[in-house]
């Protein structure tokens, strides 16, 4: 057997608003050239920056320590995924979940120009906030769930979903180097499209869209219970259909053919 990989924690944001049919989700089509998840759609997110550990910033809402409980990591590890969440969240889809340490709203769209630099990493998140006097909004989010890559893949991430509502005023867009669109879809459109082979949805993502239709408003969704466990999809025959977690037979049974295909190219495999 080969070695496994490392793993890289990772923050990925479920990012809704109430739709006409339920609840909207913002989703989007990575490039086929990403390294992981070429060509799936997914929730925006990406890996935590070391700087977001960084303790001087203005927090408001549920502090490091009750992040920690409730996704089962260290204080510092949970303000590093939630600067991640909040950071992501702006890099991939201009959605700003902050506001001044005064209480006032910020103008997003004069911040823009820092979404570039917060990409690159020559500006860390905690530089972005202290320059603009701004405070994160830890209380716009939720836990949602915490999945592990499988040992079987190359590269492996330890991801934390988060719940965001959308700020009013604002809207989420696709200008990131990453994605090959991004739109709004309620949960329910975004799984039919699913089975009918009009994208691919990894497993956690999948899982995620099943919950949200689930629910007819967001603030059903966000008052709901949840208690947060590592998933961690098996792979006993070291292949793709050999992956098993809950309720892994109707994600199989709900395949097309089609996204098969897809899975496999952006995986390369053959």
């Known amino acids: 057997m080969s070695e496994v990989a490392p793993l890289r924690d990772a923050s990925t944001v479920v990012l809704v608003r109430d739709g006409a049919d339920g ?43 009750w992040w920690a409980q409730h996704f089962s990591t260290s204080a510092t590890g949970a303000q590093q995924l939630v600067c991640a969440a909040v ?56 836990p949602l769930a915490h999945w592990i890559t499988p040992k079987s893949e190359q590269r492996r991430y330890d991801t934390r979903f988060f719940l965001a509502e959308l700020p009013a005023g604002q809207d989420a867009d696709a200008e990131t180097s990453e994605v090959e669109e991004a739109q709004w879809y309620s949960a329910s459109r975004a799984l039919s499209d699913w089975t009918a082979g009009k994208h691919f949805l990894l497993p956690p993502t999948w899982t995620q869209l099943r919950d949200l239709a689930a629910y007819e408003t967001v603030g059903e969704l966000f008052a709901a219970k949840r208690e947060i466990k590592p998933i961690e999809p098996g792979t006993p025959n070291d292949d793709f259909e050999g992956l098993r977690f809950t309720d892994a037979d109707e994600y199989f049974e709900s395949m097309n053919p089609r996204a098969r295909e897809i899975f496999f190219r952006g995986a390369g495999r053959d």
């Open 23 to 65: 609840i909207d989700v913002f989703l989007q089509r990575r490039v086929q050239q990403m390294a992981f998840a070429g060509g799936m759609t997914v929730f925006p997110g990406g890996g935590v920056d070391d700087r977001d550990a960084d303790a001087d910033l203005a927090w408001v809402g549920p502090g490091s320590e």
């Open 87 to 142: 950071r992501e969240t702006f890099e991939e889809c201009g959605v700003l979940l902050v506001t001044h340490v005064d209480g006032s709203s910020p103008d997003v769209a004069a911040l823009m120009p820092a979404r570039a630099a917060l990409e690159s990493r020559e500006l860390s998140f905690a530089e972005f906030l202290r320059e603009h006097d701004l405070a994160l909004r830890a209380d716009l989010l939720r």
